[in-house]
C-alpha cells in the first residue's frame, strides 16, 4: 500500500485524508496543533453553541455527499434565515434607492441582452471597486457588491482582486442552483468529529503536536497548510517555488458571539452586511437564532470584525470589543440588551488575502513547476468557501490517484 503525507488538518487536509484513504492509500496526517480541524470547531457555552470561524458550508451535490457517508444528518437552515439585510442607516432588505434600482437595471440589462454575461467579465489587475464601479455603478457597489463580498473576503474591496473572485462566475462551466447551505445539528464541530473518526476507521494515522521535516518524508506530500506555512516547509528543498508563495499575504479576522437575555424582533433573518463608510467596524451580524433551528437556549449573534485595514482591532481587550460592539449594535439594530455571555475568537493572519498580490503569486506560480511530488491544497487556491476546498480535495485524490496509484 502506498504511502501519501498529508500536513495540516483543517478542512482541506482533513477531506482529502478522507479521499486519498478511501483510493486504498495509506495516509500519514500531520498537524502542528493539538487538534484537528484548523479554523473549524464550535465552543459550547451554558446558553448555547458559539462556532469559531465558518458556520456551515454551501449545500453543493459534493457537500451533501459528504454528510450522507460520513452518517451525519445535516441541518439545513430556517425559513426565516432567507431574509438577509445590507446597513444603510439602518438594515434593508434592499439598500438602494427607485432611482439607483433603475440606474442599475438600465445600466446592466442592455449591456448583458447584446453581449451575454461575459461583457461583465473583470480584467485582470482590477480590484472589485473598480469593476464594480464600471460595471454596475457607485451605489450598488457601495451599498450591494462591497458588504456582501467583505463579508465572505473579510476585506474591502478596494483591494480585492475582481477576477479571482468573480471571474469563475465568468469561466463559461456549469454553475449548479444555489440550494442553501448546511452544517452538523451540534455545529461544524460535528462535521469534524464525524471526519475524524472515519479517518481513523480507515487506518489513517494523525499525528497531532507535529513538527515534520519533508527531508524525512517519502511518497507524495500534500501541503494543505496556508500559503506561508506551506512555504517555510518547502524553503530548504524548493526555494523559488517557496519565494512565490510567500508572497501571498493573509490577513485576520475575529468572529463575537453574543448571547441575550431577550431576543431582537425587529429584524429577523440571515444577518445584516454592513458597507464601510458609516464610521462602523463590524463587516457584518449574522443572527444565528434564527438561522438554525433548536440548537440555542437563548438569542445569540456572531458579529464579525477585523480584515487587511482593521488588524489592530484584534489586540483590544474583550472589555472593549464587548463596548465597541454594543455602542454599534445600538447604532445598527437598535437594540440595548443585556449580555448573558460571549466568546472571542481571533484568527491573527489566518485567512487568505483575497487581493491583487493573491491574483500575482497564483499567475507566477503556474509559471513555476510545481516540485514533483509535491500537492498544494488549501483556501488561497481555488476558492475560500469549504466546498470549494472539498471540490479540490477530490481533485488532488484523483490527480494522485493517476499519477501514484
Ligand atoms: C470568521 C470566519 C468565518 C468563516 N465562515 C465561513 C462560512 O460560513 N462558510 C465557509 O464555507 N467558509 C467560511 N470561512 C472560511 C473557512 O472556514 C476556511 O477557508 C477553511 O476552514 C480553511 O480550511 P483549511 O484547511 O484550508 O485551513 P485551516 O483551517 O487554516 O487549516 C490549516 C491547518 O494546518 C495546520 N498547520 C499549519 N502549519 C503546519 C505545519 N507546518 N505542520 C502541520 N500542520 C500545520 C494548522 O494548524 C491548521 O490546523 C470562514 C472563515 C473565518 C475566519
Not at 474591502?156 to 471571474?167: C, D, F, N, P
Not at 494515522?205 to 506551506?230: C, D, F, Q, R
Not at 470584525?305 to 437598535?334: H, M, T, V, W
Amino acid at each position: 500500500m502506498k504511502t501519501v503525507h498529508v500536513i495540516g488538518a483543517g478542512f482541506a487536509g482533513l477531506t482529502v485524508s478522507l479521499r486519498l484513504a478511501q483510493k486504498g492509500f495509506q495516509v500519514e496526517l500531520y498537524e502542528s496543533s493539538d487538534r484537528v480541524g484548523g479554523l473549524l470547531g464550535t465552543d459550547q457555552t451554558p446558553y448555547g453553541i458559539a462556532e469559531r470561524a465558518a458556520n456551515a458550508l454551501i449545500r453543493t451535490e459534493k457537500a451533501e455527499g459528504l454528510f450522507s457517508e460520513l452518517g451525519l444528518t445535516p441541518s439545513f437552515p430556517l425559513e426565516s434565515s432567507k431574509k438577509r439585510f445590507l446597513f444603510r442607516n439602518s438594515p434593508k432588505a434592499w439598500p438602494l434607492t427607485f432611482l439607483e434600482t433603475l440606474t442599475l437595471i438600465g445600466r446592466v440589462l442592455p449591456r448583458v441582452l447584446i453581449g451575454g454575461k461575459k461583457v461583465l467579465r473583470p480584467q485582470a489587475g482590477e480590484t472589485l471597486l473598480n469593476w464594480g464601479e464600471r460595471r454596475i455603478g457607485k451605489a450598488p457597489t457601495r451599498f450591494l457588491l462591497g458588504p456582501a463580498m467583505q463579508g465572505i473576503y473579510g476585506n474591502e474591496i478596494t483591494h480585492l482582486s475582481a477576477s479571482l473572485i468573480l471571474g469563475p462566475l465568468f469561466s463559461g462551466a456549469k454553475r449548479s442552483k444555489y440550494k442553501g447551505l448546511l452544517t452538523g445539528p451540534g455545529g461544524m464541530q460535528d462535521l469534524v468529529d464525524h471526519l475524524q473518526t472515519r479517518l481513523q476507521e480507515l487506518g489513517v494515522k494523525i499525528h497531532l503536536n507535529s513538527n515534520v521535516n519533508l527531508a524525512s518524508l517519502e511518497g507524495p506530500v500534500v501541503l494543505a497548510t496556508s500559503a506561508k506555512a506551506a512555504s517555510v516547509l518547502l524553503a530548504e528543498k524548493h526555494p523559488e517555488f517557496s519565494k512565490v508563495l510567500s508572497k501571498i499575504q493573509m490577513s485576520s479576522l475575529m468572529s463575537v458571539t453574543l448571547f441575550f437575555t431577550k431576543a431582537q424582533e425587529e429584524f429577523k433573518g440571515f444577518g445584516c452586511l454592513i458597507p464601510r463608510g458609516f464610521d462602523l467596524k463590524a463587516l457584518g451580524v449574522l443572527m444565528n437564532s434564527y438561522i438554525f433551528k433548536d440548537r440555542d437556549k437563548t438569542y445569540n449573534e456572531t458579529w464579525i470584525l477585523g480584515g487587511q485595514q482593521e488588524e489592530a482591532l484584534l489586540d483590544l481587550p474583550d472589555n472593549e470589543i464587548l463596548k465597541l460592539l454594543a455602542d454599534e449594535r445600538f447604532r445598527i439594530l437598535g437594540q440595548k440588551d443585556t449580555l448573558l455571555d460571549y466568546r472571542i475568537n481571533r484568527w491573527k493572519k489566518a485567512l487568505p488575502f483575497y487581493d491583487l498580490n493573491l491574483e500575482n503569486a497564483l499567475a507566477d506560480l503556474a509559471e513555476v513547476p510545481e516540485p514533483a511530488g509535491f500537492y498544494l491544497h488549501g483556501n488561497y487556491l481555488s476558492g475560500i468557501g469549504l466546498s470549494k476546498i472539498l471540490e479540490r480535495s477530490d481533485w488532488i485524490a484523483e490527480k494522485i490517484a493517476s499519477e501514484h496509484g
